[in-house]
């Protein structure tokens, strides 16, 4: 199944970093989500187009995980000539990985 099926997402974006948030529509995914969706796995679902580390952070209060991509957004919002500056479409990329 695709991440999409069992969680959303939201994005932001400060200069070159995209935050990416993963967020399981039924808290009891949560767990699987922390197993399945590792820091490694993004940073290679994303390939070249992260240039720096990918860090995750665990939200279990709120079934989520946070990720941070550094170096992913051509220079940053002022800097980039890219059509997605801010990243947002990172985060619909992301819920296509097969989990």
């Known amino acids: 199944m695709k991440l999409k099926e069992i969680a959303h997402s939201r994005t932001g974006d400060k200069g070159n970093i995209s935050v990416i948030s993963v ?17 490694e796995r993004v940073s290679s679902w994303f390939g070249e187009l992260v240039h720096g580390e990918v860090t995750r952070y665990e939200i279990p209060s709120i079934a989520a995980l946070n990720f941070e991509l550094k170096a992913a957004l051509g220079g940053g ?4 000539l890219a059509l997605d500056m801010h990243g947002k479409s990172l985060g619909s990329a992301l819920l296509e990985m097969e989990v």
Not at 23 to 39: C, G, H, R, V
């Open 77 to 80: 919002v002022t800097r980039s």
């Open 23 to 39: 967020i399981a529509y039924d808290p009891a995914d949560y767990a699987f989500l922390e197993e399945k969706i590792t820091a």
